[in-house]
C-alpha cells in the first residue's frame, strides 16, 4: 500500500488542503493520504519538527512524509527528499530535518523536478507531490535530484544541568493544553538516579510525584508524567493546564533533584 502524510500549516478552512490531496490522487489515484496535522502554526519549523519526530516511527517501512512547513518558493529555496530509518521524507531544506532526525539521514537528494509555472506560488501541489508519488510508488531517490551531503542545520533547546538541578523549557503545547517539555525520560532517568525531586515553574506551584496516567489524581488537580513522546508534561486532569498554570512556550521548569 502506497501511504503518504501530509504535516502542514495549511489549515482547514481555504482551498489549499483540497489542491494537494487532488494533485496526490490524480497521480498516485492508489495513495492512502493521512492527515498528519494541518494546524501547525504558520511557518513555525520547530513545532511541526515535535509533531512528525514523535509521530513517523508509527506509520510502515516505505510510508512517505510530505512536510508543507515554510515552502514558498524563492531562487535559493532548496527542496529536498531524505531517506531516514526506512521511510522517505518531502520538504523544504529549512532546518526542520535536522530538527528531527537524531543520526544522519541514509540517503539525500535535492529535487529537480522541473516545476510547473502555474504553481510557482505553491509548490506543494506541484513538485512536493511529483516527488512523494514518485517514492511512495517505489520509485528511486536518484531519479528525482541529486546526491547532496549538508543539510541546514538547527538546534533543538536543550535542558541543562546545574548542580542538583535539571533547567528545561516548554516546547510544545497540545490540543488539550498540556504542557510538554524539553526533557526526555532518558535524560531525566540518567540524572535522577532514584532520588527525589521537586518540579517548579510559574508562580511557585511545585509537583513531587511522577503519575503514570493523567487521571491518577483527582479532576482539576495538576500533574507531571511521561506522555506518548517521552518528554515531560505538566498536566491538569480534566483541565487546562497551560492557562491555569500560566505556562507558556518558552518558559523555565525547574527539576530539583534531592
Not at 33 to 58: C, P, R
Not at 213 to 225: A, D, I, M
Request: net charge negative.
Amino acid at each position: 500500500m502506497a501511504i503518504i502524510t501530509l504535516t502542514t500549516d495549511l489549515g482547514d478552512k481555504d482551498i489549499y488542503q483540497a489542491a494537494l490531496k487532488g494533485s496526490i490522487l490524480k497521480l498516485l489515484p492508489a495513495a492512502s493520504i493521512v492527515d498528519i496535522t494541518h494546524n501547525v502554526s504558520a511557518f513555525n519549523v520547530q513545532q511541526a519538527a515535535f509533531i512528525l519526530k514523535n509521530s513517523f516511527h508509527y506509520f510502515p517501512d516505505g510510508t512517505v512524509h510530505l512536510i508543507g512547513i515554510d515552502t514558498v518558493f524563492t531562487k535559493d529555496t532548496k527542496y529536498l527528499a531524505v531517506h531516514y530509518k526506512n521511510h522517505f521524507f518531502v520538504g523544504a531544506d529549512n532546518g526542520i530535518f535536522s530538527l528531527m532526525f537524531d543520526s544522519d539521514p541514509d540517503e539525500i537528494v535535492e529535487i529537480n523536478i522541473m516545476q510547473d509555472l502555474k504553481f510557482l506560488h505553491f509548490p506543494l501541489a506541484d513538485i512536493f507531490v511529483k516527488a512523494a508519488c514518485h517514492l511512495a510508488g517505489n520509485g528511486k531517490l536518484k531519479d528525482i535530484g541529486l546526491p547532496i551531503d549538508n543539510i541546514e542545520r538547527k538546534m533543538n533547546l536543550q535542558p541543562v544541568i546545574e548542580k542538583n538541578l535539571i533547567r528545561g523549557a516548554v516546547i510544545y503545547i497540545d490540543s488539550f493544553q498540556n504542557v510538554i517539555t524539553n526533557i526526555t525520560k532518558e535524560f531525566f532517568n540518567q540524572v535522577q538516579q532514584g532520588r527525589n525531586f521537586t518540579l517548579s515553574f510559574k508562580r511557585n506551584e511545585t509537583i513531587t510525584h511522577l503519575s503514570w496516567y493523567y487521571n491518577e489524581v483527582p479532576e482539576g488537580e495538576k500533574l507531571c508524567l511521561f506522555g506518548i513522546s517521552d518528554h515531560l508534561e505538566i498536566a491538569i486532569n480534566k483541565g487546562n493546564a497551560s492557562g491555569l498554570l500560566g505556562l507558556g512556550l518558552g518558559d523555565t521548569v525547574i527539576l530539583d533533584f534531592e
